[in-house]
């Protein structure tokens, strides 16, 4: 059963009212969920953020991921309505159903993204299902990912703020057109912004 069916099944089974995604091998806020749902008001039906850490588990390095506005809103963080997704469903795809998803419901005008930085941190292994984002990441040192994270992950370091504005990078920038979708690719084109995107969730 590829993801996208998973995800649609998960989501039937559901007894909420909202749903949340929650990767088991990525680390989130003990304040996640309540920051996010905090934001599920009209016209918002899909939450999520924008900014995420990234840790590699193998190299031990950190580095940082940075969308402008609401272009984009990555899977492993998106709490949305269970209404919404009911008229909204996953694509049946391997990979790129929570792009899809997520860019619906920029069409839809519903999507709201935080910039939350200490939410979230994508956990990079060799069992990703994809190679993560082809947005180039911004290097960071491991004491500035989130200080709850360190405490229970790398102890032995400690978190130390970033003093750097961190820059907006992405794959490219053009002129903005009507959105395209491509999610056999992992390739769209929002609000002016292209990005390549391989999603990363375990097998």
């Known amino acids: 059963m590829d993801i ?17 995604h929650w990767d088991d091998d990525d680390w989130y806020a003990s304040n996640r969920l309540s920051v996010q749902i905090a934001q599920l008001k009209e016209p918002y039906k899909v939450i999520a953020v924008r900014n995420l850490f990234y840790y590699d588990v193998v190299n031990r390095v ?4 940075r969308i402008p506005d609401d ?3 990555c899977g492993t963080s998106m709490v949305y309505l269970k209404s919404y997704w009911q008229s909204n469903k ?3 795809k391997v990979m790129g159903e929570d792009v899809a998803f997520g860019l619906n419901a920029v069409q839809h005008k519903v999507l709201r993204t935080l910039d939350d930085d200490g939410l979230i941190v994508v956990r990079r292994h060799s069992r990703n299902v994809g190679p993560g984002p082809c947005i180039p990441l911004m290097p960071i040192s491991l004491s500035e990912l ?5 405490k ?12 750097v504005t961190p820059v907006v990078r992405v794959a490219s920038v053009t002129p903005p057109k009507p959105s395209t ?3 056999n690719g992992i390739k769209y084109r929002n609000n002016g912004l292209t990005i390549d995107w391989w999603d990363s969730h375990t097998r």
């Open 4 to 20: 996208g069916s998973k995800r649609n099944l998960c989501c039937t089974l559901a007894t909420g009212s909202i749903i949340a």
């Open 62 to 65: 950190g580095s940082h991921l």
């Open 71 to 73: 272009a984009y809103g």
């Open 90 to 92: 996953f694509s049946k």
């Open 146 to 150: 989130p200080s709850e994270f360190l």
């Open 152 to 163: 229970r992950n790398l102890p032995s370091i400690k978190h130390v703020p970033s003093v």
């Open 181 to 183: 979708v491509n999610t």
